[in-house]
């Protein structure tokens, strides 16, 4: 495995967490010879191809195709355009104590939420079973998400999974968000020391900035599933901001540099989110106390989210620790197209203008509010008319 030990520039460098998470996939299929994969058809689409280097596709049929990916009757990749084939197969394998994974574009895992629900019941009841050991963990790889749906549009966005899952009151689920590629393999490695849990992990398979050491990522999982990030945080702050998602971090951090020039005397700090489970912030096995919450994001000070997924659903989690007032919370609200990164983003009021534009409306400063409208306006006309981001 690898480790980075220093990030001299956060947010400078861009890595893809999905190739990440394909490499780690690789080295499970050299080192675990019981290792299965499970895809609806989207390995390679996914970013996860470097699989096939070391490992073939399962398939019976003789007929070849020079095109064709490596195939064999012994293959441990099994792609099948059926979520529902999938989910039971491998769920078969983790019951017989062996590791798999199966990912997917983050539009389609819902097709297995019934699946998904009565697997928590089979785990939340076998628990209770004496003679049965544990069972390695059902892990979910969720990306082609939909805030990067540029050509398929709004029938590939949808996040819904997340808020089912952290909705449900068997506390049986973790929903991960790796802010960047060292992120990612921090939470490949819990994945696979999990057992008896449900963890979907969330992140895209376009580059991202790089923002945290490994250090760092593995100090999320040791402690509770959040933590301040020192490069763009301030002593005292006036306003806390916080994020769970890799885009939903990079726009908040964005609009923090925004603020610091248009607002320079105004104290920030970040809170970065790794994890959420049943109302509260980290893992099933290691959720952030009230009193880390407060040492955290303080007392009285104004919270200003940015969610990967529908608002609310990390807005019913926060309220669990503070009090609604506090909150002013974004995320995707169920517009989409076939659009522009930023104008996605813009759609949904997720964006960092949109961010810095909230900040501006609680410290009433109009002039501040109506720039960054200006800002919102002028790159929607343009996304329009050029079919690309006037801001990148």
């Known amino acids: ?69 490596p195939e064999g009757e012994n293959g441990r990749i099994i792609e099948m355009l059926s979520e529902n084939v999938l989910f039971s197969v491998m769920t078969g394998h983790l019951s017989n104590g062996e590791q798999a994974m199966m990912g997917s574009y983050e539009s389609f895992f819902p097709v297995i939420t019934s699946q998904l629900l009565q697997q ?29 749906q540029d050509h398929n549009g709004f029938t590939h966005q949808s996040p819904a999974l997340i808020s089912t899952l952290l909705s449900h009151p ?25 057992r008896d849990v449900v963890n979907l992990t969330t992140f895209n398979k376009t580059p991202r900035p790089r923002y945290i050491d490994s250090h760092h990522a593995k100090y999320l999982f040791d402690n509770s599933g959040a933590s301040i990030y020192r490069f763009a945080s301030d002593e005292k702050p006036d306003i806390i901001f916080t994020a769970a998602g890799d885009i939903a971090t990079h726009e908040i951090l964005e ?8 607002i320079p005397k105004l104290k920030m700090r970040f809170v ?9 912030i980290g893992t099933t096995d290691n959720k952030l106390s009230p009193a ?28 669990n620790y503070t009090e609604r007032r506090r909150l002013r919370v974004h995320g995707f609200n169920e517009e989409g197209s076939t659009t522009t990164p930023f104008e996605m983003l813009r759609r949904n009021m997720a964006s960092r203008y949109d961010i810095a534009l909230d900040v501006a409306s609680v410290l009433g400063q109009s002039h501040l509010v109506r720039k960054y409208q200006d800002m919102l306006d002028a790159n929607h ?3 329009i008319f050029f079919g690309e981001d006037l801001i990148k």
């Open 1 to 69: 495995m690898s480790s980075v030990e220093f990030v001299k520039n956060p947010g400078k460098e861009l890595y893809s967490p999905a190739e990440k998470i394909g490499e780690l996939l690789r080295q499970q299929f050299v080192n675990n010879p019981y290792f299965y994969f499970f895809s609806p058809d989207e390995t390679t689409s996914n970013r996860f191809e470097s699989i096939f280097n070391v490992e073939k596709r399962a398939w019976g049929d003789l007929i070849r195709r020079g095109w064709d990916l």
């Open 120 to 148: 928590i019941k089979f785990i939340k009841q076998s628990k209770s079973v004496k003679w049965r050991e544990p069972m390695p963990a059902v892990n979910l790889l969720s990306t082609s998400t939909c805030w990067r």
């Open 170 to 194: 068997a506390g049986l689920a973790n929903c991960i968000f790796p802010v960047d590629d060292v992120a990612a393999e921090a939470a490949f490695n819990f994945m696979l020391d999990s």
């Open 255 to 262: 609009a923090i540099k925004i603020l610091r020039v248009d």
């Open 272 to 280: 970065g989110i790794n994890a959420l489970s049943y109302r509260a």
């Open 292 to 319: 880390q919450f407060k040492e955290l994001f303080l007392e009285g000070i104004p919270i200003i989210a940015n969610f990967h997924g529908y608002p609310e659903t990390l807005e019913n989690i926060l309220e």
């Open 381 to 383: 006309e343009h996304a």
